[in-house]
């Protein structure tokens, strides 16, 4: 567990702005096989704080036009509670504030894939998502056992039930990775950093080839 001061010192951080981190487009499969992720950066690291218990290590994220992807690791061998919570209007004033520190306002999260919704100082206010996966706005993860990373997909068209918005409106998503497990004797649980992550769109494929033949052509007339 990060201390109270270095807690605070975070929320300071966040409350001046999270990180933005340009997105990568890539399609990953969600299996036991995480070599999918190389090459995708690390958009947040978080040091040893938490032992005994759920301790949030390095966080890589990705997207293509229908999921959004998380590749989350840990400082040991547990993984099972953790949970991913989204600040959909990006205030940290509204939503349910996150162990009181106003790192962001949650209003929607999943505990492992488990889809919930949130309310001003309400961590789960019953009304839910609809969409993929399983028609609940659940997301896909692998693995569903305690281990030192996991990955996650969640659809970037799922709606919120309270009234049918959409739980990503626009091209950035602001995320943070949360637990309130602690080792034993310990006091509270781990925070990851604030994420702003800024939603990829595929490189023009034909782009190359169209220089290319326009090359060819400049070549032949010369």
Same mark, same amino acid.
């Given at each position: ?8 010192? $975070?929320? +300071? *951080?966040? &409350?001046? !702005?999270?990180? @933005? ?7 990953? %499969?969600?299996? /036991? #096989? ?63 504030? $996150?162990? +009181? *520190?106003? &790192?962001? !306002?949650?209003? @929607? ?7 919930? %919704?949130?309310? /001003? #100082? ?65 006091? +509270?649980?781990?925070?990851? !950093? ?29």
């Amino acid at each position: 567990m990060r201390n109270t001061t270095v807690l605070t010192l $975070i929320a +300071g *951080l966040a &409350l001046g !702005g999270a990180s @933005a981190h340009a997105g990568t487009f890539a399609t990953i %499969t969600i299996d /036991d #096989d995480h070599s999918d992720w190389a090459g995708i950066p690390v958009v947040d690291s978080d040091p040893a704080d938490n032992a005994g218990s759920i301790d949030i290590a390095t966080t890589q994220i990705a997207n293509d036009n229908d999921f959004l992807y998380i590749r989350n690791t840990f400082h040991g061998s547990l993984s099972l509670g953790l949970f991913t919570g989204i600040d959909i209007d990006e205030d940290s004033a509204t939503g349910f504030n $996150i162990f +009181g *520190l106003d &790192l962001i !306002g949650q209003d @929607a999260g999943w505990q492992n894939d488990f889809p919930f %919704t949130s309310g /001003d #100082d309400v961590f789960n206010d019953g009304l839910g998502m609809s969409g993929e996966f399983f028609g609940s706005g659940a997301a896909l993860l692998d693995a569903f056992v305690d281990s030192d990373e996991r990955e996650m997909a969640i659809s970037l068209d799922v709606i919120l039930n309270e009234d049918g918005s959409p739980l990503f409106p626009d091209d950035t998503i602001t995320i943070l990775f949360w637990t309130d497990q602690s080792a034993p004797n310990g006091a +509270g649980g781990d925070v990851s !950093g604030v994420i702003q992550y800024q939603l990829a769109v595929p490189e023009p494929a034909s782009l190359g080839l169209v220089s290319l033949l326009g090359l060819a052509g400049i070549r032949r007339r010369g």
